[in-house]
C-alpha cells in the first residue's frame, strides 16, 4: 500500500468532528509551528518539501509565500480556493467532506507563516452542505483555542471565514476569485498587478487551493526532508487523483508521485481497470482543459518510455504527444466513447463559463461550441475541422486570463490524436449518427523513433 | 403585494457575514446575503428583491444586477417548488447523464429550463458539479443526488410530490 499523508486518517470512525481529529494527533503542527517556529522558517520548510500548487498549474507553493509584498500597516490575506469547477476535478471536495480539521489545520499553520489574520475559504455555492461542515469544524477549532486572539499565546491572531459563490467557472482563477470575494462579478484582473502585490482590496495576498494547504500539515509534521523523498524529482510527495469515467471504480485516490499511468489505471488499488470489460480508447488526465490522449500515447510517452503519474512524465512531448497532470482530474474514456462528441460537451463547457471580457474568447468558444455540434450531428464539412484548429489558434494566447486556453487545448488535442475520427463524422455523417468511431487505431503501439 | 423582508434572525446573520470583511467592504457580503434572499424569497430574485438587497448593503441596485445576472445559481425568473439540476458535462455524459434527462423530460412531460403547470418541478441542466465521479447526478437545493438510474429518479419524484402533499 502506497503511503498516505492526507487521507492517512480517513478511514478514523468521527474524523469529520474534532475530538476523533485532534486524538489521532491533529492540530500537532499548530503546536509547532507557534511554539518552535517563525513564519520564515515555516515558508522555507514548505520550500524545502518541493510542494507544489495542487489547483493546476503546478507552482512551488513556498516561492510563491516568498513573492508575498510585506508593506508595514497594511494587511495581507491568505485565501483558500475550493471552488473546484475545472471538469473532472473532484478532490478538494472529498477532503473538505470527509476530514475537514485537515484544511483548518493546514489554514492556520499558512495563514501564519505569510501573515494573514483573517483568511478566507472561498468555496463553490454548490457545495451548500460543505459549507455547513466547515463552519461546525471552524467553530469547533475556534471554541478549542486554536483559532481566535493571540493563539496558545503565541501573539498570532486568526479567523477563519467560509464564503460561497455561486456558480462560475472562472471564480477559480485566482483573480477571477478576489473579484468575487469583493462582491462583483466574476471578471478576472489584467495582470500584473499579480495578488502576491495587489490582491484582495488591494492588499498583497496568496491564494492556494485546498490540497496544498491540506498538504502543508504533513510537511510540518514529518519534515521538509520526508515530504520531499516521496514521488520522483520535482514531483514531490503525494496527490489526490479523482478518477472518473469509465472505470471500474471512480473515487478519490491519493497516489505518490512514482508510479505509472497504467499502474494507476489497472491495478485494484486504485481505479480497477476498464469497467465492463471495454478496452481504454483516451484519457483527460488532468482536467478537463489539459490535452486529451489517446491510450497509445497514455500508457508510453513518444518516446517508448512508461508514462508515470507526475508533472514532468505526464507532459513529457509538450502538447504534441504529451498532456498535464493538471488539477489530477483523470477521466478516462473506453472503446464506446465519441471524442467529437466528448470535445462537443467541453466546448458548450466551456461557452457557458466565458466570462465575456476578451472577445476571443467570448465569440471564439460559441464558435467552437457550434461547429462542433455541426459535425457530431453529421452536419460538418472538411474545411471546418481545419477551422476549428485555426479559431482555438487564434484564442490561445491572446486573453486576459488562462481561460482561453483551457478552452483552446482540448480542441487542439482532441483533432491532433483523433482526426480520423473526426473526418469520419463528416464523410459518413449517416452512420456516425447510429454507431460510434470505437477505438480505431487508438490503442496500437506507435512506432518509436530511432533515437 | 406585501414587499418581502428578512426576518430579525437573517438580519442578525447577515450583519455576522458583513462582520467578516474590513469597514467599508460591506459589498463582500453580496454573495452570500443574495443566496439568502433567494432561500427565503421564493428560490428567485425579482427587481423588488434585489433592490431592498441593495439597500440593506448600502450598495447600487445596478450593482446587484449586475453580479445576480453573472452567477448561474441565481434564478432571475420564478422556479418550481424542487429545482432538477442535472449535470451534462463530459465525465458525466460517459456516464449515461444524456439518458437521465431525457427520462426526467419524459417523466414530467417538460424540457430542460421548464417549470411544470403545477409548479413543483423545474429541470435545468447545468455544468460540472465536482461528482464526476459519482455520476449521473443532479443537485437539489442543497443536497447532491448521486449515482441516478431511473429508479432512482422516479423515487426522488415520488418523495417531492409526497413531501410537497404534507407541507400544503
Ligand atoms: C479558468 C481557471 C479556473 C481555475 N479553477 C481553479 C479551481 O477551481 N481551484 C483551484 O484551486 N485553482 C483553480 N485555478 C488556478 C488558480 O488560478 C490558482 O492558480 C490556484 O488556486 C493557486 O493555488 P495553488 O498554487 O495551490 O495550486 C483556476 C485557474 C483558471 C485559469
Ligand atoms: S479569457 Fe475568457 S474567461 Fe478569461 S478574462 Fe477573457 S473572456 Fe474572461
Ligand atoms: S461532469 Fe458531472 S459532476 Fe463533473
Redesign the pocket.
Known sequence: MARKLLLEKIGIEGIRYYDAYRKSGGYASVEKVLKTMSPDDVTNEVKKSGLRGRGGAGFPTGMKWGFLAKPQGVPRYLICNADESE????KDRYLMEHIPHLLIEGLIVSSYAVGSNCTYIYIRGEFGWIVDILEQAIAEAKNNGWLGKNILGSGFDCEIYVHPGAGAYICGEETALLESLEGKRGNPRIKPPFPALKGLYDCPTVVNNVETLSAVVPIINYGSEEYAKIGIGKSAGTKLISA?GNISKPGVYEIEMNISVEEFIYSDEYCGGIANGRRLKACVPGGSSVPILPANLLLKTAKGETRMMTYESLSDGGFITGSMLGSGGFIVYDEDQCIVRNTYSFSRFYRHESCGQCSPCREGTGWMKKILWNIETGKGKIKDIDLLFSIQSKIEGNTICPFGDAASWPVAAAIRHFRDEFEWHVTNAEEAQRRNYGLAGYAEPLKVAAS | MVMNKFSEQRLKEIDNVISRFPDGKQKSALLPVLHMAQEDFGGWLSVETMDYVASLLNILPIEVYEVATFYSMYNLKPVGKYVFEV???????TRG?ESIIQYIEEKLGIKAGETTSDGLFTLKTV???????????MQMGKSYKEHLTKEKVDSIIEECRNHAAKNN
Open positions: 471538469p473532472g476535478t473532484f472518473c | 449535470c451534462q458535462t463530459g465525465p458525466c455524459m447523464s455544468e460540472c458539479l465536482a461528482a464526476c465521479g459519482y455520476a449521473p447526478m
